[in-house]
């Protein structure tokens, strides 16, 4: 088998599994806050920097809100059969870069990879992430060129693959829609608060060697879970779904 089917073979598959990512990663983060500490010995200062770190995967967050709430139904989405889509997106984000939506996942990871505050960790995660979704950006394009044919060489040949050219903004076609935005990415926003409260969790015992929550990260979490849970129920009951 040649290295481009290799590559789109790798892509399908990675595409199918692409949520349980963070499983793979959860290992290294283990490893990583065995020596965890506050920033200066100082919790107070590590507050800030959990803020800090929650800001920068809510912008990854944000730019995918704004993808989704902009994009058709019958895209890929968060599907795990197959690719598909019913038309080429070439405007909004889509105009500046061509993976808008793995751009605002490298932004989620960042974010959480930056809490441990170890330069080694956030590197090994950003070096994991471009090897697992460049196989699958290649799968994707090669689907939209099979698709799409000479549409699709333009717009790959003028809109960068991952880091945006933002001189080439066009405005989206398709008006926003909160509630297809609100289905589809409710599940990643409980996700990352899940993921800080664990890994503060974890980082707390590591330091004082017994479980003590704080009331605002016990806060943060429960309004976490509630929208999580308000917004699934929501979803079920066909109630987000885009008229």
């Not at 803020?51 to 599907?79: A, D, K, M, Q, W």
């Not at 609100?182 to 993921?195: H, N, T, V």
Request: hydrophobic letters at 45%; aromatic letters at 16%; charged letters at 20%.
């Amino acid at each position: 088998m040649a290295l481009k089917e290799e590559l789109e073979k790798a892509g399908i598959w990675l595409f199918r599994w692409r949520s349980y990512l963070p499983l793979l990663l959860t290992g290294i983060f283990l490893v990583g806050l065995r020596d965890f500490d506050y920033p200066g010995h100082n919790h107070d200062w590590d507050l800030l920097w959990e803020t800090f770190c929650l800001l920068v995967s809510f912008f990854g967050l944000g730019i995918r809100v704004y993808v989704v709430g902009h994009t058709p139904e019958g895209t890929s989405g968060r599907n795990t059969g197959e690719q598909k889509t019913v038309s080429l997106n070439v405007a909004g984000l889509y105009s500046i870069v061509r993976h808008p939506l793995y751009l605002g996942n490298f932004f989620i990871w960042l974010g959480i990879s930056l809490l441990v505050r170890l330069w080694w960790l956030s590197l090994l995660c950003a070096l994991i992430f471009w090897l697992y979704y460049e196989r699958i950006m290649f799968a994707e394009e090669e689907f939209l060129r099979n698709k799409f044919a000479r549409e699709f060489e333009e717009w790959s040949n003028n809109t960068p693959c991952f880091i945006p050219r933002f001189n080439k903004w066009k405005r989206p076609t398709i008006s926003f829609s909160l509630r297809k935005a609100l289905k589809d990415e409710y599940s990643g926003f409980f996700a990352i608060i899940a993921s800080f409260t664990f890994l503060e969790v974890v980082g707390d015992i590591i330091i004082k060697g017994t479980l003590k929550l704080d009331l605002q990260r016990v806060i943060i979490f429960f309004i976490g879970l509630s929208t999580y849970l308000i917004l699934r129920t929501l979803k079920k009951k066909g109630l987000l779904t885009s008229t």
